[in-house]
T-cell receptor, first 111, second 114 residues
Framework: EAQVTQNPRYLITVTGKKLTVTCSQN?????MSWYRQDPGLGLRQIYY???????DKGDVPEGYKVSRKEKRNFPLILESPSPNQTSLYFC??????????FGPGTRLTVT | SQQGEEDPQALSIQEGENATMNCSYK?????LQWYRQNSGRGLVHLIL?????REKHSGRLRVTLDTSKKSSSLLITASRAADTASYFC??????????????FGSGTRLSIRP
C-alpha cells in the first residue's frame, strides 16, 4: 500500500530537549516536504527536498533542520524546541512539486 | 508568505446543492492543487491543474484556473454529507528561485447539512 508514515503521532516534550520526527515513504518519490499547521494559518512549508542530499528552506525554516540521506526518509529535527513550535506537523511526498501524498500528522506540544 | 487566499472561509450548504470555493494567489505558478482535510487528519489530494490548463474535471469535481486573474475555483456538484471537510488550494511556484516551493491557502471549511 502506497503510504507516508510519520512517527511519533503524538509528542509532549519540554523546552530545549532535542527531538526528531521521522517520515518515510514507499513510493520512490523524489520530492518530500514538511509542513506545520496552525489554526487560522493553514499549512506552511518548513523545508523541502528535491532528492537525496538536496534540501531547501520553505517559508518557516527557523528552528528546524532536515536531512535526506536516503530517498525514502526525510526526518525533521528540532534541536532546541520552544513553545512556539507547538503545532500539527505533516510530512508529504510526491514525484515532483504537485500531487502530494500526506502522512497522518504529528501533534507536538512543547511546554 | 501566504500565497493563496481562499474564499469563503466557511461555507454551509444543503445536501445535494453545489459548493464553490475560490482561491487567489500572488505570483506565477507551475501548477495549482486542491486538497481535502477531514478534521485533524492528513490532507488528501483531489486534483492538480497546470498553468497551461483552464479547466479540469474529476468525478463531481470541477476546477478552473485563470492565470490572468491569478485565481482558481473548485466546484463540488451534488454535495454529500461525506464532503464535509476543509478544502485547501496550494501552488507550486513558477519562478526559478521558487519553482519547488509549495504554498497553501488558509482553507475553506465546508459543512453539508442533511
Amino acid at each position: 500500500e502506497a503510504q507516508v508514515t510519520q512517527n511519533p503521532r503524538y509528542l509532549i516534550t519540554v523546552t530545549g530537549k532535542k527531538l526528531t520526527v521521522t517520515c518515510s515513504q514507499n513510493m520512490n518519490h523524489e520530492y518530500m516536504s514538511w509542513y506545520r499547521q496552525d489554526p487560522g494559518l493553514g499549512l506552511r512549508q518548513i523545508y523541502y527536498s528535491m532528492n537525496v542530499e538536496v534540501t531547501d528552506k520553505g517559508d518557516v525554516p527557523e528552528g528546524y533542520k532536515v536531512s535526506r540521506k536516503e530517498k525514502r526518509n526525510f526526518p525533521l529535527i528540532l534541536e532546541s524546541p520552544s513553545p512556539n513550535q507547538t503545532s500539527l506537523y505533516f510530512c508529504a511526498s510526491s514525484v515532483s512539486p504537485g500531487e502530494q501524498y500526506f502522512g497522518p500528522g504529528t501533534r507536538l506540544t512543547v511546554t | 508568505s501566504q500565497q493563496g487566499e481562499e474564499d469563503p472561509q466557511a461555507l454551509s450548504i444543503q445536501e445535494g446543492e453545489n459548493a464553490t470555493m475560490n482561491c487567489s494567489y500572488k505570483t506565477s505558478i507551475n501548477n495549482l492543487q486542491w486538497y481535502r482535510q477531514n478534521s485533524g487528519r492528513g490532507l488528501v489530494h483531489l486534483i492538480l491543474i497546470r498553468s497551461n490548463e483552464r479547466e479540469k474535471h474529476s468525478g463531481r469535481l470541477r476546477v478552473t484556473l485563470d492565470t490572468s486573474k491569478k485565481s482558481s475555483s473548485l466546484l463540488i456538484t451534488a454535495s454529500r454529507a461525506a464532503d464535509t471537510a476543509s478544502y485547501f488550494c496550494a501552488t507550486a511556484g513558477g519562478g526559478c528561485s521558487s519553482a519547488s516551493k509549495i504554498i497553501f491557502g488558509s482553507g475553506t471549511r465546508l459543512s453539508i447539512r442533511p
